[in-house]
C-alpha cells in the first residue's frame, strides 16, 4: 500500500513539471542574441534561459521604474517593452497599459490587447481585456489573436 502511494505521489509530481523543449529556433536565435541557454524555458518567456539574462530582465524594470519616478516615461517604456518582449509577465502588463494610454508608447489597442493576453495575468483576463474589447472591431481582436499565437519573446 505504501508503495503505491508513493508511487502515485511521484507521478503526480513528475506530471505537474513544465518543461519546454529547447527547439533548433529557439538555440538559433539566443545564439545570434549571444544568449546561451542553460534551461529549458517556454519560447514566450526567454528571459527564462539562463540566471544572467533573468536578471538583466528584472532590471530593466527596476531602471523602468526610476525613470517613471523622474518623468521619462519614453525611456521608461523602452526599457519595460524589452522585458515584456522577453515574457516577462508584470512588464507585459505594464506596456499593454501604457500602449492603452498612449503613456511613453504610441497608442496601438492592438498592442495593448497582445500583451495583456501575452501576460496570463487573472487581472488583465478578467479585466482590462474585457473593457478593451469593447474599444476594438472584431479585426482588431483577430490581429491581436494572431500577433499572440504567433509571438515568440525575444532574446535581446
Given at each position: 500500500m505504501k508503495l503505491k502511494f508513493s508511487i502515485t505521489l511521484i507521478i503526480i509530481l513528475l506530471s505537474n513539471l513544465a518543461y519546454a523543449e529547447?527547439?533548433?529556433?529557439?538555440?538559433?536565435?539566443?545564439?545570434?542574441?549571444?544568449?546561451?541557454i542553460?534551461?529549458?524555458?517556454?519560447?514566450?518567456?526567454?528571459?527564462?534561459?539562463n540566471d544572467q539574462f533573468a536578471r538583466e530582465t528584472h532590471m530593466n524594470m527596476q531602471v523602468a521604474y526610476r525613470y517613471s519616478q523622474v518623468g521619462d516615461?519614453?525611456?521608461?517604456?523602452?526599457?519595460?517593452?524589452?522585458?515584456?518582449?522577453?515574457?516577462?509577465?508584470?512588464?507585459?502588463?505594464?506596456?499593454?497599459k501604457r500602449y492603452?494610454?498612449?503613456?511613453?508608447?504610441e497608442q496601438n489597442?492592438?498592442?495593448a490587447y497582445k500583451f495583456f493576453k501575452l501576460s496570463e495575468d487573472e487581472t488583465s483576463k478578467n479585466l482590462y481585456i474585457k473593457v478593451i474589447m469593447e474599444h476594438m472591431t472584431q479585426e482588431q481582436i483577430?490581429?491581436?489573436?494572431?500577433?499572440?499565437?504567433?509571438?515568440?519573446?525575444?532574446?535581446k
Open positions: 529547447i527547439t533548433e529556433d529557439m538555440e538559433r536565435r539566443a545564439e545570434e542574441a549571444g544568449i546561451i542553460m534551461r529549458d524555458h517556454d519560447v514566450k518567456r526567454t528571459y527564462y534561459c516615461v519614453e525611456k521608461a517604456a523602452q526599457l519595460e517593452l524589452i522585458a515584456a518582449n522577453r515574457g516577462l509577465e508584470s512588464a507585459q502588463v505594464s506596456v499593454g492603452v494610454h498612449g503613456n511613453g508608447l489597442i492592438v498592442e483577430d490581429e491581436a489573436e494572431k500577433l499572440v499565437k504567433n509571438f515568440k519573446a525575444s532574446y
